[in-house]
């Protein structure tokens, strides 16, 4: 059974540019959350997907969307890159009745 | 806003000891408490989870408490390894079921030296 997985491992993007990454979900699972986390720091909540909505969203700018796709799987999109954007970017997978999260190895985005 | 304190310096101890982290926050308590592990580079990998009405929760050499009128959880390592080396994450869950966000406090490390 395959864990969370994401793509690119890594990523290396010049300011004002727009990245995509990439999760798809554990087997069974259909929640699907994206998180940011500076070096040193824990993970910040960026939003969450279930049915293909974004049902919560955390203090990010409008720059940070996503997608939740029909088979779960997920994307995340940032415009308009900013130095500050340089991060571990995670995705984590949930079921409905479990409350723990099972986190992807996450992408390191590099903004230059 | 709600805020999550975890020591920020690193935690040393010796082999066999028994490893004690502390998470302390602000505001209302969460209906649950999770407690995660991270290694370099990796993402974090759950541990334990305390729901508000639980005062202690044990996993093999693992233990947690949640007392939400101090507003802390206590994570306890015994007989701790060398492997036990890593980032302990304490994150709250706010909300119900999954439809919870979790906020993360910015955890602590632990070294244990053979």
């Known amino acids: 059974d395959a864990g969370v997985t994401q793509s690119p491992t890594h990523l290396i993007k010049t300011r004002g540019q727009q990245v995509t990454l990439r999760c798809s979900p554990k087997?069974?699972?259909?929640?699907v959350s994206w998180y940011q986390q500076a070096l040193g720091q824990g993970p910040q909540f960026i939003f969450q997907y279930y049915e293909e909505e974004e049902r919560q969203r955390g203090n990010f700018p409008d720059r940070f969307s996503g997608h939740q796709f029909p088979n779960y799987s997920s994307e995340l999109n940032v415009n308009a890159l900013l130095l500050g954007d340089s991060a571990l970017y995670l995705c984590?997978?949930?079921?409905?009745?479990?409350?723990?999260?099972?986190f992807g190895p996450g992408t390191r985005l590099t903004v230059t | 806003s709600q805020k999550i304190e975890q020591n920020s310096e690193a935690l040393n101890i010796q082999e066999g000891k028994t490893a004690t982290l502390t998470c302390n926050y602000t505001n209302y308590s969460p209906a649950y408490l999770q407690w995660y592990r991270q290694d370099p580079g990796r993402g974090p990998v759950f541990l334990l989870l305390?729901?508000?009405?639980?005062k202690e929760k044990r996993k093999e050499r693992l233990k947690v408490t949640f007392d939400t009128t101090l507003k802390q959880s206590l994570f306890h390592i015994t007989a701790s390894q060398p492997a036990d080396s890593a980032t302990y994450l304490c994150?709250?869950?706010?909300?119900?079921?999954?439809?919870?966000?979790?906020?993360f406090g910015q955890g602590t490390t632990l070294q244990v030296k053979p």
């Open positions: 305390i729901r508000e009405n639980e």
């Open positions: 994150a709250l869950l706010y909300g119900s079921g999954n439809t919870g966000k979790l906020i």
């Open positions: 984590a997978s949930s079921s409905e009745f479990r409350y723990e999260q099972y």
């Open positions: 087997s069974g699972h259909d929640t």
